[in-house]
């Protein structure tokens, strides 16, 4: 039975979704179907399964209605304060964004792994790059634009953090490199950027050149995130034009990690890729 430790210091998405998955134990522990329990709770089929997924909060009266109905009388205070604990809000509500998403599972993740065909990851971006990405999205109203391009770089911060750091592990496609995203003036201050992160001790990034050729997995940017102490499991995010969704289902996520490791394989090492990108700015000029 998974347990929580006050002394953790997680994000409301970790929080809901650690929730969840203890509320779920508790009905299976209780013997009940999802049938049963929404019937018994009152609640609809989709709603305790976003509940049990982590998709949805928690609030401390349905909470006690649940555990009521599975018979729980150990656990309230824990479980409580759990709720309360998953309804705060994060540091980029702030910013006017989300409290949904690949950021929220971010904030609370380890380490990510990630692979990127079209353009440089999003904690990899310089503040230029960043903005004229957000300039050019027809999502993004001229008001956000700044609020985003901030939040972009605070989530950069953890590479550097003693506390609490995030690893990457960055492989990028030749192509992210070469598409002028801003111009050249933009793009020269990318290129710098990636060296001086690529020489931090958290940041692993490899260049897959053009010449390695296609893989199926290029299609489509995606991310694994890994949670510390394997308190919950590893995630597999895809991005698409519009958006991303994520997956915990095991088949998904295993076969993304070997499809990491073959395009690892195939890239560049961390010696060779920064050589690879001096000489990608010299060919800009």
Avoid at 7 to 14: L, N, V
Avoid at 180 to 194: P, T
Avoid at 247 to 270: C, G, M, P, S, W
């Amino acid at each position: 039975m998974t347990t929580w430790s006050d002394d953790e210091d997680y994000g409301p998405s970790i929080t809901r979704r650690m929730l969840g998955l203890i509320m779920r134990q508790l009905r299976e522990q209780a013997r009940m179907s999802t049938i049963e329990a929404c019937e018994a709770i009152e609640i609809s089929p989709a709603t305790l399964s976003r509940l049990e997924n982590g998709q949805q909060g928690v609030n401390v009266h349905l909470a006690k209605s649940m555990l009521d109905v599975y018979g729980e009388v150990g656990r309230h205070d824990e479980i409580l304060d759990l709720c309360r604990r998953s309804q705060r809000k994060g540091w980029w509500d702030t910013y006017g964004v989300s409290g949904r998403g690949y950021i929220t599972m971010e904030s609370d993740a380890e380490s990510v792994r990630t692979f990127q065909a079209l353009l440089i990851p999003g904690l990899l971006q310089s503040e230029d790059y960043a903005r004229t990405l957000f300039q050019n999205s027809e999502n993004v109203r001229a008001d956000r634009v700044e609020p985003l391009v901030t939040v972009r770089m605070i989530r950069q911060e953890r590479l550097r953090g003693e506390r609490k750091p995030l690893r990457l592990e960055a492989i990028v496609h030749e192509a992210a490199l070469r598409c002028l995203v801003g111009g050249i003036e933009v793009m020269y201050g990318q290129y710098a950027h990636l060296a001086e992160l690529a020489k931090l001790p958290t940041v692993s990034l490899r260049i897959l050149p053009s010449s390695a050729g296609s893989n199926a997995r290029m299609a489509s940017g995606f991310s694994v995130l890994t949670f510390p102490d394997k308190i919950l499991p590893d995630t597999l995010y895809i991005e698409h034009a519009f958006g991303g969704t994520d997956t915990e289902k095991k088949a998904e996520v295993d076969a993304a990690k070997v499809a990491f490791k073959r395009l690892r394989a195939k890239a560049l090492d961390e010696a060779a890729s920064l050589a690879f990108l001096e000489r990608v700015a010299e060919e800009l000029s």
